[in-house]
């Protein structure tokens, strides 16, 4: 059985004039346990909606979703999907874009990993030790905790941002375009970190891209998103090799080789 399994799932927002606009068209997809999948597709295909939605940010139009074998409907609000299901949904956890988006200013970075296992109901005395372990797991100081994000660098904040991400042990990581805003070496430096988590971890990887060339290099298997909808899905050798729909053509022809 996959670790998740998303089956038809649609969003559609109203856009300015009023008129309704089909982000997510009857997306499904599904990783195992320790995969790493990629999600591409160019700006605007839907990517970062399907994120929000698996981890409670977006309600769905229709849909559903399995993971760790507990279904649950993200049609509904998500404060009114089962109890069982909001508590696998703990298993997941996000990394976005822009890494300072992960921690408010006004706190340090210690306590923003905190909060990373704090809704788990661990107590208080107990985080600080999980959260100096997962910044040595990142790669970062202990002594990190006690900055501000904006005292480090974008890549520093990323390697943050992902070890509150994983503080809690999740079993699957959806990583939203986490290297896009990062400069090209250290774009490399985070994806080696995320492959190297997740075999040390077993922990599956949505990763989320437009770049194929990162994908390439991460990715197993891969799934093209366009207009909403699953154009195209594969290994991603075969995909690169001989991408068959145009959506896959433009990506495959936008990477540069070096
Ligand atoms: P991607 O991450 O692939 O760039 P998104 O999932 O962010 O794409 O967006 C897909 C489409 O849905 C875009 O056209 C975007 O403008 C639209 N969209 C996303 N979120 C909203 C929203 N909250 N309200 C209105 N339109 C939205
Ligand atoms: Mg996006």
């Known amino acids: 059985?996959?670790?998740?399994?998303?089956?038809?799932?649609?969003?559609?927002?109203?856009?300015?004039?009023?008129?309704?606009?089909?982000?997510?068209?009857?997306?499904?997809?599904?990783?195992?346990?320790?995969?790493?999948?990629?999600?591409?597709?160019?700006?605007?295909?839907?990517?970062?909606?399907?994120?929000?939605?698996?981890?409670?940010?977006?309600?769905?139009?229709?849909?559903?979703?399995?993971?760790q074998g507990v279904e649950g409907d993200v049609s509904v609000k998500p404060s009114r999907r089962s109890r069982e299901f909001r508590e696998a949904q703990l298993g997941m956890q996000m990394v976005f874009q822009h890494p300072t988006s992960s921690f408010s200013p006004r706190m340090k970075v210690g306590e923003g990993v905190a909060e990373g296992i704090a809704y788990r109901g661990v107590a208080r005395a107990e985080r600080m030790p999980l959260v100096l372990d997962a910044l040595e797991s990142v790669g970062l100081p202990r002594a990190y905790a006690g900055k501000y994000a904006w005292?480090?660098?974008?890549?520093?904040?990323?390697?943050?941002?992902?070890?509150?991400?994983?503080?809690?042990?999740?079993?699957?990581?959806?990583?939203?375009?986490?290297?896009?805003?990062?400069?090209?070496?250290?774009?490399?430096?985070?994806?080696?970190?995320?492959?190297?988590?997740?075999?040390?971890?077993?922990?599956?990887?949505?990763?989320?891209?437009?770049?194929?060339?990162l994908v390439r290099s991460l990715c197993t298997r891969v799934y093209v998103l366009d207009s909403g909808r699953v154009v195209e899905e594969g290994p991603t050798t075969h995909v690169f090799a001989s991408p068959q729909s145009d959506a896959a053509k433009l990506l495959v022809s936008s990477v540069i080789d070096i």
Not at 23 to 36: K, Q, T
Not at 161 to 183: C, K
């Open 1 to 67: 059985m996959a670790l998740l399994e998303v089956c038809n799932v649609g969003k559609s927002f109203r856009k300015r004039g009023g008129e309704l606009f089909r982000a997510l068209d009857g997306v499904s997809l599904s990783v195992e346990v320790g995969e790493i999948v990629g999600l591409v597709g160019s700006s605007g295909s839907g990517k970062s909606t399907m994120a929000n939605v698996l981890v409670g940010l977006e309600t769905a139009d229709a849909g559903t979703v399995r993971f």
């Open 151 to 213: 005292e480090l660098s974008g890549g520093e904040c990323q390697r943050a941002a992902i070890a509150r991400a994983i503080v809690g042990n999740p079993v699957l990581l959806l990583a939203d375009e986490p290297t896009s805003a990062l400069d090209v070496t250290i774009q490399a430096q985070i994806v080696r970190l995320l492959a190297e988590l997740c075999a040390e971890r077993s922990m599956a990887c949505l990763f989320i891209s437009h770049d194929l060339a």
